[in-house]
């Protein structure tokens, strides 16, 4: 599904396609062969993948936090600072257009 450089280019707070889900998946945390990730099918629960079933995705904020939206009311008290991190990547896309 892709190339050992784009396997070591995904980090936490990255979106991947993977074979999961039929929606981008949010990277959770990374270890050595597998990626923490959460899905719109579970409500942004969480599953395990294997590097080797995974592509790097690149959105735009807004597409990243209508992703996002969609996961449980859990998910925000447990992951402020990656979720943090894409709102300010939206407010400074925004602040550039003007």
Same mark, same amino acid.
């Given at each position: 599904m892709n190339t050992i450089q784009n396997k070591l280019n995904i980090y936490p707070g990255d979106f991947i396609y993977t074979n999961k889900s039929q929606f981008p998946a949010f990277v959770i945390s990374k270890d050595e062969d597998s990626y923490l990730v959460s899905i719109i099918e579970y409500n942004g629960d969480y599953?395990? !993948?294997?590097?080797e079933n995974t592509d790097p995705i690149n959105l735009e904020p807004l597409e990243k936090l209508g !992703?996002?939206?969609?996961?449980?009311?859990f998910f925000y008290s447990q992951h402020k600072e990656l979720y943090q991190e894409i709102l300010i990547e939206y407010f400074t896309s !925004?602040?550039? !257009?003007n």
């Open positions: 599953t395990r !993948i294997t590097q !992703i996002l939206a969609k996961f449980g009311d !925004i602040s550039q !257009i």
